[in-house]
């Protein structure tokens, strides 16, 4: 079992910058690839982020690419963190934080691939 709790959301100005933080229980941490999610009123879940067990590899939806979003992991202190600069109205949304051993490269941006999800931190960025 994973537990997941995330923080650093907020009510922020557009173009302001945000951390997200997720910190997970557990000794299999290292274990898991893991994401971030979000869900904006009257919308699907999507895929924002995510980072393979290392850290070596990370990938991100195209609407926050070329550097607005930055995912970040520490295995020594179990988390995970979702840098977000330059942040736009639309990106308001409760976001998660999710955990799964299995994720793929062609797995990654799903939901289905995660075991474990968060209880989600709102962000609101105002126009």
Do not use: H
Request: hydrophobic share 35%.
């Amino acid at each position: 079992q994973v537990q997941l709790v995330e923080s650093g959301g907020g009510l922020v100005q557009a173009g302001a910058s945000l951390r997200l933080s997720c910190v997970a229980s557990g000794r299999t941490f290292s274990t898991n690839s893991m994401g971030w999610f979000r869900q904006a009123p009257g919308k699907e879940r999507e895929f924002v982020a995510a980072i393979t067990r290392s850290g070596g590899s990370t990938y991100y939806a195209d609407s926050v690419k070329e550097g607005r979003f930055t995912i970040s992991r520490d295995n020594a202190k179990n988390t995970v963190d979702l840098q977000m600069n330059s942040l736009k109205a639309e990106d308001t949304a409760v976001y998660y934080c999710a955990a799964g051993k299995g994720v793929t490269n062609w797995s990654v941006r799903k939901e289905y691939a995660y075991d474990y999800w968060g209880q989600g931190t709102q962000v609101t960025v105002s126009s």
